[in-house]
């Protein structure tokens, strides 16, 4: 199996995250692109990735697979321990909610932020929009303070247990560095979370 891979870039770094809980980084074969050098907006990488996005993950068998929580899912099943995804139907649907809620209330948000604000997207977003950054911004603050007071009263995001939930929001909090932004640092529950993903293995 082969994992197309940016460095630096969020949605394949979920994958890897996931992958190495698992403990099966050396499952596949990386192979870096560079985004910035528009390495993925060629007419032989949109083959494997119609979207021209990373991550791809490319089958023995050549099926590709894109959208990292589709990877996701493909890697849970493939090897079920330690379980990120859910046990029960109960469990399985927390989990894919909140995962969601975090992909989507925040990731994305923060990504429409980033995309829209930040000079170095400006070859990438065209036409980058103020009124966009500016609502995904707001958007994205107003989520984490949500997620925050979830927090103060849960040890992990979803389903009371360590899950894929937490790694999306994991790579997500870390993401907001670009902007220089550290909602770790200013909100108190979201700051101890993050220390409980480090006791788990997660750099700082
Ligand atoms: N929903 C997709 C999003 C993939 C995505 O947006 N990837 C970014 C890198 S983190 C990308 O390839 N961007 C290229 C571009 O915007 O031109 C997923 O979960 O995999």
Request: aromatic fraction near 10%; include cysteine.
């Amino acid at each position: 199996m082969k994992l197309y891979h940016s460095p630096k870039a969020p949605n394949p770094e979920r994958v890897v995250h996931f992958l190495r809980v698992k403990g099966k980084l050396d499952a596949v074969e990386v192979s870096e692109l560079s985004i910035m050098e528009q390495e993925h907006r060629t007419a032989e990488y949109r083959e494997l990735s119609p979207f021209a996005q990373v991550p791809v993950l490319v089958l023995d068998d050549g099926t590709c697979i894109t959208e990292s929580r589709a990877i996701c899912t493909y890697f849970e099943g493939l090897y079920p321990e330690p379980n990120l995804m859910g046990e029960t139907p109960k469990e399985k649907a927390l989990i894919e909610m909140w995962d969601r809620r975090v992909e989507l209330m925040f990731f994305i948000q923060f990504a429409t932020w980033f995309r829209n604000a930040h000079p170095a997207m400006a070859p990438l977003e065209q036409p980058q929009s103020p009124e966009a950054a500016a609502k995904g911004e707001r958007n994205a603050k107003s989520f984490v303070k949500r997620l925050d007071a979830h927090l103060g009263e849960h040890e992990f995001v979803a389903a009371d247990r360590f899950s894929i939930a937490d790694i999306t929001l994991y790579v997500a909090c870390g993401f907001c560095a670009v902007m220089r932004w550290f909602p770790h640092k200013e909100l108190e529950n979201l700051g101890a979370w993050r220390e409980r993903m480090k006791a788990l293995g997660f750099a700082g």
